[in-house]
């Protein structure tokens, strides 16, 4: 077994995230009850093009062309598969729900997984919130 060495960890300020949810009310019949809606920004990066910028920066630092091919997959395929459009739309219940969709097995979850997180650490750190 190979050692860890953190490359794929997350560290992520959950409280910087939430702090841009909203509670509003669905609708005059119902006073009391309240949703969690999150507040689309104008200024968030597209999936789309962040995909295209940390592809650059694979490439420039020399990643397999094998590799590159994957995470443009597996990214394309969890945009599509959860009709997310922008960064700072991707939560952890949309990543759970996402892997739960698939009729594969753990590892290749887990797999998937590690290229999600791969991809958005780098990410995250150009938009702002690592």
Not at 25 to 46: C, G, H, R
Not at 76 to 100: C, M, P, R
Request: charged letters at 25%; one cysteine or more; proline letters at 2%.
């Amino acid at each position: 077994m190979t050692k860890r060495k953190g490359l794929l960890d997350v560290d992520v300020d959950v409280k910087g995230l939430l702090n841009g949810l909203t509670i509003t009310s669905t609708s005059s019949t119902a006073p009391k009850e309240k949703i969690k809606q999150f507040e689309v920004l104008d200024d968030s990066m597209l999936v789309s093009d962040a995909l295209e910028t940390n592809t650059r920066q694979m490439k420039v630092s020399g990643n397999r062309s094998r590799t590159i091919s994957d995470y443009v997959l597996h990214v394309e395929y969890f945009q599509s598969g959860t009709n997310v459009n922008h960064v700072a739309d991707i939560t952890a219940d949309t990543v759970y729900k996402w892997l739960d969709s698939m009729n594969v097995s753990n590892q290749t979850k887990l797999t998937r997984l590690k290229c999600l997180k791969a991809f958005l650490s780098p990410v995250l750190i150009m938009v702002g919130l690592k």
